[in-house]
């Protein structure tokens, strides 16, 4: 059997969630350093995923990092706010260049932290960089507005990765990094190896990828650094717990990422707003470890010959066997 993954979450798993309807929230208000002790209390999470700045917090650096070290978790990355207030019009593609060289002091300042920190990447999730409109944008400048910025900021740091994380929308009707070809392409452009892909598994679902098949060429070009995961109906980025609708194309990722030998770590994208964070993370992660069995024992042989004819019946009923059984198993 292979080793256990390291598994991670983002540090929102753990804090109180707001909509458009509940704008009080749904839950009493969860300071940093609780949604640092919750993280602890899953028991399996090695690391998590900060966002910067540290939004309501006004403690300190050392504090953060006292409270990593008791829960036995370490930063694996920092997420910067470029999608906040001040950059409603985009960040890197703003029109306003004052507000472009904001944004890249902030994407800076993340950088810097997550060296502190010891991260392994940064991660750059552009919400509202994009449009909503027809005739709204021209396209040839905000594409290279993005690419220009990234560059100047990727090439400043050649000692720490960067990940785009693409999504097909929200906030913006459509955002400029939707897909993994169209990340690819701006990665493959801009020419540094230091800049990949974080690939979310709910991201790639509603925009009509197969995820396993986006991971596979992500992989192809040796750009596939992190991943998310989580689930949802296909028609938002509800961010719903793994395995809890698509089971059989959460096994087909992980199975891709198998097959290729990647290794990073199995991430949580998790927004739990009616449900128990600390619960959510671990029956999630229990799904999580009968996946991995299940890749443990797959006849990958039978697998192969099913998939050169191209046999659907044939590979289905290799998988659902040892699915299902793995995951009664551990439940």
């Known amino acids: 059997m292979t080793d256990m993954p390291v598994f991670g979450a983002g540090i929102w798993h753990f804090a109180t969630y707001k909509d458009r309807y509940a704008t009080d929230g749904y839950g009493e208000p969860v300071g940093l350093l609780e949604q640092i002790d919750r993280a602890g209390a899953v028991g399996d999470l090695s690391v998590v995923d900060l966002n910067w700045p540290f939004a309501g917090y006004d403690g300190t650096l050392d504090e953060v990092k006292d409270a990593l070290k008791r829960n036995n978790l370490k930063a694996i990355a920092i997420t910067p706010e470029i999608y906040t207030r001040d950059f409603v019009k985009g960040s890197l593609t703003n029109p306003d260049p004052a507000v472009r060289k904001q944004a890249l002091e902030l994407l800076h300042q993340a950088t810097d932290l997550a060296k502190d920190l010891g991260c392994s990447y940064v991660k750059l999730w552009p919400g509202q960089d994009g449009w909503d409109y027809p005739f709204q944008v021209n396209y040839h400048d905000i594409w290279n507005l993005a690419l220009d910025g990234l560059k100047e900021l990727v090439s400043a740091h050649p000692d720490i990765n960067f990940v785009i994380e693409y999504k097909p929308r929200e906030p913006r009707v459509k955002i400029i990094f939707p897909n993994v070809a169209r990340t690819l392409l701006g990665i493959e452009k801009i020419g540094l190896p230091n800049l990949g892909i974080l690939l979310d598994f709910g991201h790639s679902l ?78 999630a992660i229990t799904f999580l470890k009968a996946i991995h069995h299940a890749l443990d024992v797959l006849d990958e042989d039978a697998l192969a010959a099913a998939q050169a004819s191209h046999d659907a019946l044939a590979a289905q009923k290799l998988v659902q066997k040892v699915l299902l059984s793995s995951m009664a198993e551990l439940a």
């Open 206 to 283: 509603y925009g009509q990828e197969t995820p396993a098949d986006a991971a596979q060429l992500a992989i192809d070009y040796n750009r596939l650094f992190a991943i998310d995961v989580n689930d949802n109906m296909k028609g938002w980025d509800d961010d719903m717990v793994v395995g809890s609708v698509h089971l059989v194309e959460t096994f087909e990722f992980f199975h891709t990422l198998r097959r290729n030998n990647w290794e990073g770590v199995w991430q949580l994208d998790q927004f739990p707003f009616r449900e128990d964070s600390v619960q959510a993370a671990k029956q």
